[in-house]
């Protein structure tokens, strides 16, 4: 976590901020530009825009505007994360670990105008560095005069107001300075990132998926999920008990024994969330998930990414999976289809690319054996076929939305299950959800 600064608030402040980093930008180019050619050399203009300076000018800046420049960056990661240009990968991950958090003033504000101006009087205890930070708002740790401990989601001033605006903009920035391929049409994700952003935004939404969790968990004591304070929860502020637990990244040093087990726990949780409930939290962050070693569970955290996918879209990737299990090759192209991966009249190079893609996705699943994650170079295979269709082979059309997040939400698993160096049975766990009549209540 880096130093606070207050976030600007309003829309014209937000675009004002970016259009001045527009114009030093411009300015950079030209002052450079003229330095180059008055020592006899002609300077490429992309040259001029992607320097070091220009860079630290557009991280700064975004890191102050935080939703729009996260969100934008979580998605073009999830399908684009692996040909786009290193700056920008280096730029966003910045965004990602070191962008500012609210002062202790503007916390006292937003808290003000939820609770009121004597706020403070019910709590013994109110931490005002945050315990973390997101793309829309701060978790900050307090304790109530009766002893409960708590955790506060604050959102950060004038994000939801500036959603659209803010997407349009920093997208015509990134594309300013070339950082967007040209191949991809981003359109989509932009719709997205804006749909996604205003759900985020909507904390009393995030409350109703936090309780629909706590109804599909009751009587599952392998899993914690926080309780949702009622009475200090407002569409800005979601108040939360908290969780005592360790970063799910510590179990690495466990027995694997433990490892495996939890494992196998999120492995499940995440088919029971598609093929069984319908509601996929598809933020896959490391940070949303902790380990009780007190009790053994697993504590689950931040549900504004939280989809719904209907019956049929669910049967959809059921049926695709099914049809990779089986190793049927027309199969897999009808249900790639149904998804929507594939239009009827796409190149054949492509339907056979995303054949592979989605073989090799399902590769866990089709060994009847134990998948061993810590030796799989799994992910950097499905990098390559990815790139070869992206870019070698210059075909930018995306998947849908909702299959991008679900994309996320599976390459996350996959991350985990590596660091957490698992070797499980992954396919005695997915097949009974694939052929229901095989799962056992």
Known sequence: MSAHRTLPRSRMARMSKLGRLAGGIVTSVVGEGMKQLSKGQRPRVSDLLLTPQNFQRISDRLAEMRGAAMKLGQLLSMESGEFIPAELNQMLARLRDGAYHMPLGQVNEVLKQAWGSNWQEQFSRFSFTPLASASIGQVHEAELKDGSRLAIKIQYPGIRESIDSDVDNVAMLLKL????????????????????????????????????FTQHLIKDSRFEVPQVIEHLSTTEVLTMSFLE?????????????????????????????????????????????????????????????????????????????????????????????????????????????????????????????????????????????????????KFGRLPPPDVLFLHRKIAGLYLLMNRLRANIPVSQVVTPFIKPELQVS
């Not at 040093?253 to 949780?269: D, G």
């Open 245 to 393: 637990g360790d970063p799910i990244e510590e179990l690495s040093k466990s027995s694997s024994k433990t490892r495996n087990q939890v494992a196998l726990n999120l492995l499940e949780l995440s088919m029971r969330e598609l093929f069984d409930w319908g509601l996929v939290q598809t933020d896959p962050n490391f940070a949303n998930f902790r380990y009780n070693p007190k009790n053994g569970r697993i504590q689950l955290f931040d549900f504004g990414a939280t989809r719904s996918f209907t019956q049929d879209r669910s049967q959809a990737f059921r049926d695709l999976i099914a049809a990779a299990v089986s190793d049927k090759h027309d199969e897999i192209l009808s249900k790639a289809e149904q998804v929507g991966y594939l239009e009827p009249d796409d190149p054949e190079f492509y339907r056979q690319g995303v054949v592979d893609l989605v073989s090799n996705a399902c590769e866990p699943i089709i060994q009847d054996s134990d998948y061993d994650f810590a030796q799989s170079d799994l992910a950097a295979r499905m990098a390559t076929t990815t790139m070869n269709l992206r870019v070698e082979e």
């Open 177 to 212: 300075v070339n950082l967007l391929p040209k191949e991809i049409d981003f359109a989509p994700l932009l719709a997205e990132a804006k749909q996604q952003l205003h759900q985020e935004a909507d904390y009393i939404a995030e409350a109703n998926h936090l309780r629909s």
